[in-house]
């Protein structure tokens, strides 16, 4: 392994380059549309229900050509046969890597260690379906015999950002009788405002946790638990109000949740993978599981493709491979997603553990150091209220911020009249956004409407400044699990490039123990060893304000 080069030592990478230098400053939009208007036709990709449209990237085909050339040097699809294989391309911790089982059909055949994970997925799958049947049914009642109303999923990370965003995505889908909460912080704000006006009679708690020892959901779990015990008095209560998603049995039973009401995973599906796991069962009680299993069928839409389509058509090849000529060549630090659509307003949060957690590291698969840049910055909000906020920035501040737009054809069902005609309004704002940062508005164009001459640098729009639109028809389950799955794989593709292992997490250890050494410092006064004099003066400040 270590004769691997660094990707900055290939060829191919020193090619990227000259190409580079070559086409300083940058290339340039208005001249490669002048210069090629078929573009607007040939750099768009068709994944499932999804069209990507590339046009308004800074590249042309031989960018394009290079970056697959460097993403066949760097083995981007060996290692992408590896992960669906089930080899253990989790280095750092010698897992395999095995999200794409979670949504694979019944009858496929896949092997860690000699042996087919495949069927005790859709084992857990079907007693998911079960439980969250009983639950919308009725039949699945409190400890008292009250019907249950409430779901509480208590997790962190990839343990509760997945259900939360997707809740929200599928808002439409939901049995709106049902109220679902996510509560993630420790602050016990988050656990106060989840359950103040829920009658614990008829509440479900969902503990989510991978390892289930994650100290924010294990005190907020201990903290439930108190709450329905205080109102209902009596120990058996847990049984019919708590359960747990996790691939810990033993730490489940310790917290004294019965592994009957435990629906399981496998240490083969990483944190932020994890969603389409057990980690989806309040998605699953919220939408019904044949909606549920809607949204895997668009995963697996995506996993296909990515195997099977060729690299020009691969689609998260392609945004993998721009991210990096943007980030390795261009000098960006961030990316933008920028979805149009109040329903996703949670997709970027989400698609930051995905991309950030996976990609921000520094040392390479062999443990050199990484001298090049690898995950950028995501970032973003729904796309309207950016464009209030922090768009100024991205058409006229002085970075290069590539950013993906994406948009629905229909509004989803359930929105009609008034609010649905909104859509065309919606929409128009993405086009127009895409445009506009993309040709902006030239010094001639200003002075032409009359705009004194002192004011025309104010007013003009440099443009440039490159998008990905991703046009599909109707944020559906399915829809959603295609646009997750793509993303999904765009990170892998990065990763695959830059070298590095995109599924451990180290860099979030050292907080977490630190933050177990610190607390008797705040809680009893403690002398904490090894504070350092910032931190230990901190400390002393709070303790002095706490009193
Ligand atoms: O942030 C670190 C991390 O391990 C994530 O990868 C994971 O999603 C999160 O913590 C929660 O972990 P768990 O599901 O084990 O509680």
Not at 57 to 78: K, P, Q, S, W, Y
């Amino acid at each position: 392994m270590s004769d691997v080069p660094e990707p900055t030592r290939r060829p191919q990478w020193t090619a990227l380059e000259n190409h580079r230098r070559d086409t300083l400053p940058r290339p340039d939009l208005r001249e490669l549309f002048d210069t090629d208007p078929s573009r607007a036709e040939r750099y768009v990709v068709r994944v499932g229900d999804l069209r990507l449209d590339y046009s308004k990237h800074l590249v042309d085909d031989e960018t394009l050509a290079l970056l697959r050339e460097l993403a066949e040097a760097t083995d981007v699809f060996g290692l992408r046969d590896a992960m669906f294989r089930g080899e253990r391309i989790n280095t750092t911790e010698d897992r395999a890597v095995l999200h794409t089982a979670l949504r694979a059909p019944r009858d496929a055949v896949i092997e860690v260690d000699g042996e087919n994970v495949v069927p005790a997925v859709h084992a857990v799958l079907d007693r998911m379906a079960d439980f969250a049947g009983r639950v919308r049914s009725g039949e699945w009642t409190g400890h008292t015999g009250k019907r249950i109303r409430n779901v509480v999923n208590i997790g962190i990370g990839g343990s509760d950002l997945g259900p939360a965003m997707a809740y929200e995505a599928l808002r439409a889908y939901t049995d709106r009788s049902l109220t679902l909460r996510f509560v993630s912080n420790v602050d016990g704000a988050d656990l106060h405002e989840a359950t103040r006006d829920l009658d614990p009679a008829e509440t479900l708690f969902i503990v989510a946790s991978k390892t289930f020892t994650t100290i924010e959901t294990i005190t907020n779990a201990t903290s439930a638990r108190s709450w329905l015990l205080d109102a209902l008095g009596d120990e058996k209560a847990v049984a019919r109000h708590f359960v747990a998603l996790s691939t810990n049995a033993g730490k489940v039973t310790d917290f004294g949740i019965d592994t009957a009401n435990m629906f399981e995973f496998w240490d083969w599906v990483g944190g932020r993978y994890s969603f389409d796991s057990a980690i989806g069962l309040s998605l699953m009680i919220a939408i019904g599981p044949d909606r549920f299993r809607e949204m895997l069928d668009g995963f697996r839409i995506v996993d296909e493709h990515f195997v099977n389509a060729p690299a020009e058509a691969n689609a998260p090849l392609l945004m993998g491979l721009l991210g990096i000529w943007y980030n390795n060549f261009l000098g960006a630090q961030s990316h933008a997603v920028l979805p149009y659509s109040h329903y996703l307003s949670k997709f970027t949060a989400y698609l930051q553990q995905l991309d950030m957690e996976s990609n921000g590291k520094s040392v390479d698969r062999q443990g050199r150091p990484a001298t090049w840049q690898t995950g950028p910055v995501v970032w973003g909000t729904p796309g309207t209220n950016g464009q209030h906020a922090y768009y100024q920035l991205i058409h006229q501040g002085t970075k290069l911020i590539p950013a993906d737009l994406i948009g629905f054809a229909r509004p989803v069902d359930g929105l009609s009249g008034e609010l649905a005609a909104q859509h065309d309004l919606l929409m128009a704002n993405l086009f127009a956004q895409g445009q506009a940062l993309a040709f902006g508005k030239t010094a001639e164009e200003v002075r032409a409407e009359g705009v004194p001459e002192e004011q025309v640098p104010h007013r003009t729009f440099r443009g440039n400044h490159p998008t990905t639109t991703i046009l599909a028809t109707e944020l559906t389950p399915s829809v959603l699990g295609q646009l997750i799955a793509l993303y999904e794989h765009k990170v892998f593709v990065q990763g695959a490039v830059w070298n590095i292992d995109s599924f451990d997490q180290w860099g979030v250890e050292l907080g977490k123990v630190l933050a177990k050494r610190v607390e008797p410092a705040l809680t009893q006064g403690a002398d904490v060893p090894g504070l350092d004099p910032s931190t230990a003066a901190l400390v002393a400040a709070y303790r002095e304000r706490r009193k």
